[in-house]
């Protein structure tokens, strides 16, 4: 199929594997989903530390079942994103290892308390959710698929998050206090989530013409804030005064000052460059290669017994 | 014999037994699952990681049940878990050791001698004489022959070639901890004269040697001699632990503690 061709059919569901497409969709499919799987790992690694420190059983359990689902939802990502033909889940997962692979600005800054949680569990992830809505109706059918699961299992996510904030945010007037230090820090990355402004986005344009994306990200940062300022306030968060959030009351939308964002942070973050970046990056690194042996070994195995390696439950 | 011994028929003594046995049960699985969970994201493969996720899941439910049996004999989930001295933890030393970083085959075989005595613990449990717990033990038991499983399968594999050796070194280490699992209980006489349990504690750990020893040594494993093995001063069945416990029970209790105490909250359920 000619790119032409992709951008006249272009539209929900559209794409599958049995389709010849073009050298330009699948690479640029492949960068977007992988980005997305690594992400999930990434954004399982930081909450991870979550689970032990959760402050009930029922907490620990929701925070358990979470990171387990962040790597469900890679596993299922990892496989829509092979199923373009350009790399292997293998070599996705070496270039997250050797800090090559990309993930979302947000989970590159460290979390040290529990008030700092819901700024990922609640803000975060209920942006991922609003992000990935919309990818329900990309073009490429395997990763619209993996959308069904992962936003089915996101939303239960984004209920404990703001649980969790609402009980912080009912809690002592020191509690309240940190939760609104945490908000004013998480509050620029958060907005940053959706990525650059469509005039500085590099693959915005070409994503939208063949259909896998649907939104810009000017868009969905606007009706993000439609629905979270009010959510925040609701809880009794102040949204800080910088970066400006107008109101437009013409269009019934939010909508942000872009300059007032550090977008030089930004790009350092993208690139993998910044200090949390090589932080998080090097300690999975390092918890990877310690088990080097064992993905060796079980090569091994597999190569003298043509057996499969043990399976996960469910 | 039917279970039919219900909260409101324990008289003290029975009372005593039954909590001594319902702490154990709790808080193996619970420390247990803390050490798992170290392994989420830093399994070998998704597919492990994945797995070893849903066991840790799976033991943390497990004591969750087991606390709520506590629950309902009048302690609080505070009690229980957040404020309880780390000496009155009775979980065995074998759930508490940390991992060197990469130690795939201390985790396995650890899962391997811990799941294999838990089995045989929750069998004697099966036709116990109290009720709520027989209404439990069935769904634990399923998930844990899972949890068997997933541990045999890649032990037979590692104990192949060159991580064998890794696989001993496990063993040699976590072999005399995994014997205090059977330590033998205070309240043990009272535990089998009211069919809390219906195998005593020294008969469980005779099945538990008879189960583990053979297969360990048909993967080629030199198995310590269990009555010549040294023993760890800390046995953690009577409330001592090695150093590196406190310093997990206060990882866990970090958070409560920093939000000074707040009343452990519940999700989709009442309190008991």
């Known amino acids: 199929m000619d790119l032409e061709t992709v951008k006249e059919r272009a539209g929900p569901r559209q794409f599958a594997p049995k389709d010849d497409m073009p050298e330009e969709y699948r690479k640029a499919a492949t960068r977007m989903i992988q980005f997305h799987a690594n992400s999930e790992v990434m954004g399982g690694y930081l909450e991870k530390p979550f689970i032990r420190q959760a402050p009930s059983i029922d907490r620990k359990l929701a925070f358990s079942a979470k990171v387990q689902d962040e790597i469900g939802h890679a596993q299922l990502l990892y496989r829509a994103a092979e199923s373009l033909g350009v790399k292997t889940r293998d070599e996705m997962l070496d270039e997250l290892a050797r800090g090559e692979g990309k993930f979302l600005n947000c989970f590159h800054y460290p979390m040290e308390s529990w008030h700092e949680v819901p700024m990922i569990a609640f803000f975060v992830d209920g942006a991922a959710m609003h992000r990935q809505a919309t990818l329900k109706n990309t073009s490429w059918t395997p990763y619209a698929h993996a959308m069904d699961k992962v936003c089915f299992e996101e939303g239960f996510h984004v209920k404990h998050g703001e649980s969790i904030l609402s009980e912080l945010m009912n809690g002592s007037k020191a509690t309240q206090e940190k939760t609104q230090a945490a908000f004013e820090t998480w509050w620029p990355r958060i907005i940053q989530f959706f990525g650059p402004t469509n005039d500085k986005s590099v693959h915005n344009d070409f994503a939208q013409e063949v259909g896998l994306k649907t939104k810009s990200n000017d868009e969905l940062r606007d009706t993000f804030l439609d629905t979270y300022v009010p959510k925040a306030e609701k809880y009794g968060l102040v949204v800080p005064e910088y970066p400006r959030i107008e109101y437009d009351e013409e269009l019934d939308t939010y909508h942000v000052n872009e300059d007032d964002l550090n977008w030089d942070e930004f790009w350092t973050i993208a690139k993998n460059a910044s200090e949390g970046s090589h932080e998080q990056i090097n300690s999975r690194s390092q918890a990877q290669a310690a088990v080097e042996w064992v993905r060796e070994s079980m090569h091994s195995w597999e190569g003298a017994s043509g057996a499969g390696t043990p399976q996960a439950a469910d | ?272």
């Open chain 2, 1 to 272: 014999m039917p279970a039919t011994l219900n909260p409101e028929d324990l008289d003290a003594e029975q009372r005593a037994a039954l909590e001594e046995l319902l702490f154990r049960l709790a808080d193996d699985e619970y420390v247990h699952g803390e050490r798992l969970i170290e392994w989420q994201i830093y399994a070998p493969t998704l597919e492990s990681d994945l797995a070893l996720a849903n066991v840790a899941q799976d033991e943390f439910g497990h004591a969750r049940l087991w606390y709520d049996l506590l629950e309902e004999l009048g302690h609080t989930e505070a009690e229980l878990i957040w404020e309880r001295p780390a000496d009155e933890f009775r979980h065995a030393t074998l759930v508490e050791l940390p991992f060197a970083e990469g130690d795939w085959a201390d985790v396995i075989l650890r899962c391997y001698l811990y799941d294999a005595a838990e089995r045989l613990r929750l069998d004697a449990l099966v036709d116990t004489s109290y009720a709520p717990l027989a209404d439990r033990v069935g769904k634990v038991l399923s998930e844990e022959r899972y949890h068997l499983e997933n541990a045999q399968s890649w032990l037979d594999r590692l104990a192949e070639g060159d991580s064998r050796d890794r696989v001993q070194d496990a063993l040699d280490r976590l072999f005399p901890h995994a014997l205090s699992l059977f330590a033998e209980p205070d309240h043990e006489e009272a535990i089998i004269d009211n069919g809390f349990r219906t195998m005593s504690t020294a008969d469980l750990r005779i099945e538990w040697l008879e189960t583990v020893i053979p297969y360990l040594e048909s993967l080629g494993l030199d198995v310590p001699e269990p009555d010549e093995v040294e023993r760890p001063s800390a046995r953690g069945r009577d409330g001592t632990h090695t150093d590196h416990w406190d310093e997990l029970a206060a990882e866990f209790r970090r958070t409560y503690e920093e939000l000074e105490a707040p009343e452990p909250a519940r999700i989709g359920r009442e309190r008991v």
